[in-house]
């Protein structure tokens, strides 16, 4: 399962961090990163890690978050500064897995984190 935690309300240009780890048996984790969903809108890609290093950034948050993974607890970290209203969603932590004892990888998700940016 994956645990997320971070969020919260902060003011436009300020920062914040949310963090998601995953655990569980574990053979292989292909990836791990955030989508957000805004309401009334479709839930989109944020930020995602592969394990092959490449990353996939939105061009919205380009410059202004970083994605980062710490392999040996299984978790991946999102730093959102310059933050915006429009960052203002749930944010999702998403990984696809591949659980011990199992032969193929599938996608999980964590529960949403509430980020909400006052301008």
């Known amino acids: 399962q994956l645990q997320a935690s971070g969020g919260g309300l902060v003011q436009t240009g300020g920062s914040l961090r949310l963090s998601c780890v995953a655990s569980g048996g574990i053979w292989r984790i292909e990836h791990m990163g955030w989508y957000r969903q805004a309401p009334g809108k479709q839930r989109e890609l944020v930020a995602l890690?592969?394990?092959?290093?490449?990353?996939d950034i939105a061009d919205s948050v380009k410059g202004r978050f970083t994605i980062s993974r710490d392999n040996a607890r299984n978790a991946v970290h999102l730093q959102m500064d310059s933050l915006k209203p429009e960052d203002t969603a749930v944010y999702f932590c998403n990984s696809k897995i591949q659980p011990a004892g199992r032969l193929t990888a599938r996608d999980y998700w964590g529960q949403g984190t509430q980020v909400t940016v006052s301008s």
């Open positions: 890690s592969r394990s092959s290093n490449e990353e």
